[in-house]
């Protein structure tokens, strides 16, 4: 049996952090600073990347905020990923963390409803991994963390559209752990459950999914909802050295509502 290939030297492994602006993306941005990595954050928002990036300098940490990317138009994923590349070096970690909600009856899903929702959840994804994946290739070594959600594990009533495209996300994880992991590259996914980001407080808003967050919060096992730094602690040690041996794996962090 040959010996693996041995990983590049511990130290700067640059990450990606898509919707690093705002949630458990920017708790995400924070916890892989304070492990060590420059950080990148992708965000659709310019002055919440800026904002973000401010912070973990504040911190001692090194962040380059690269804002007004949608990471569902390819080219705009190209130049952001380049200008990472040239201002920290090659991305070794990504965090496909942007995404959208929505909360709609089924028949009353239009064409455009459907197809932004898979733009942004699935497409987004794709692009961001093809523009990373020759530098960890040629490295011998990545991590990528594909954020889902447990919607696409138990379905969720007026959510087809992101569900669905959510639970294509966990595909393509399981899919590209298979044809990557011979590279040095683990590709997992975590599909959060109840965490409260201002994405769940919208969602309660506009009452999407049925009564308050301290409803669920009564219905959840572990009795609070998830918190952005849950998500992070979880996505530090995937992109760790030591998680070296799991990949294509859906690690459910939510309270116990999925088991
Ligand atoms: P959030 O607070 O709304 O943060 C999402 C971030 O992604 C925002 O900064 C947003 O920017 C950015 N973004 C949205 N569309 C983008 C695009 N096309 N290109 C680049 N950036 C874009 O949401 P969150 O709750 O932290 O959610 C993070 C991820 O977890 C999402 O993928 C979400 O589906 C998933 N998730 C969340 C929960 C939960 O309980 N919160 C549960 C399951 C899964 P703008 O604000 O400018 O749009």
Known sequence: MSEPSPAPAPGRRTAVVTGGGSGMGRAIVHRLAQDGHPVAIVDLDAGRAEAVAGEVREKGGEALAVGGVDVSDRAQVDAAMGRVGEDLGPVLVL???????????????????WRRMMAVNLDGPFYCTQAV?????????????????????????????????????????????????????????????????????????????????EDHTLRTPVRRPGRPEDIAAACAFLVSEEAGYVTGQIIGVNGGRNT
């Open 95 to 113: 965090v496909n963390n942007a995404g959208i909600t929505g909360f709609r009856e089924f028949l009353k899903i239009n064409d455009e409803k």
């Open 133 to 213: 994946l020759p530098g960890m290739i040629e490295a011998g070594w990545g991590r990528i963390v594909n954020i889902s959600s447990s919607s696409a594990q138990g379905g969720q009533q007026y959510m087809a559209h992101y569900v669905a495209a959510k639970a294509g996300l966990i595909g393509l994880t399981k899919s590209l752990a298979l044809e990557f992991g011979p590279k040095g590259i683990t590709v997992n996914t975590i599909p959060p459950g109840f965490i409260d980001t201002p994405m769940l407080r919208e969602s309660e808003r506009r009452g999407m999914f049925g009564g308050t967050v």
